[in-house]
């Protein structure tokens, strides 16, 4: 099997759908291998989402991730990394497909409720941003 990393976001934490998002993961297949809540400072946010700092939304992706608590979270299964984007559905929710978390749970393309890895190189990288080896087991 594989491992992902996922965050719940900082609207759908403020809106108390945590538990029901963790449900759809778990309905979904996913084992949950570690889970923490904890908010991020702007710079540890810009830090994460590295790989975006050119975009001009980079400033108000970084704001907002680090506006409150998150869910960060390492998850398993077969197909893991594939599995959870299609569970999360489109970036804008606008066009999430019917089921996916995005449609359920999520206002805008900023404040989309969750994330997930889109490769293995940026889970491991992403992984290893929030987790340490010892609450991995
Ligand atoms: P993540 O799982 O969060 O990485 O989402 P994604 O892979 O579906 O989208 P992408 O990696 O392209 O963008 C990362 C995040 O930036 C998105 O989840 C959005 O929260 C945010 N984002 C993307 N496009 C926009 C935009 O046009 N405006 C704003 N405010 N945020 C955006
Ligand atoms: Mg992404």
Do not use: C, W
Request: net charge neutral.
């Amino acid at each position: 099997s594989q491992r992902t990393f996922s965050i719940i976001k900082p609207d759908a934490v403020r809106k108390g759908y945590s538990a029901a998002i963790l449900a759809e993961i778990e309905k979904a297949g996913f084992k949950i291998v570690s889970i923490k809540r904890l908010s991020i400072s702007k710079a540890q946010a810009e830090g994460f989402y590295h790989v975006h700092a050119a975009r001009p939304f980079f400033g108000e992706l970084t704001e907002f991730m680090s506006s409150g608590p998150i869910f960060p979270m390492v998850l398993e299964k077969d197909n893991a990394i594939t599995d959870l984007r299609k569970l999360m559905g489109a970036t804008n929710p606008a066009q999430a497909e019917e089921g996916t978390i995005r449609k359920k749970f999520a206002a805008s393309i900023g404040e989309n409720a969750i994330h997930g890895s889109d490769a293995e190189d940026t889970a491991a990288f992403e992984i290893g941003y929030f987790f340490a080896g010892y609450e991995l087991k």
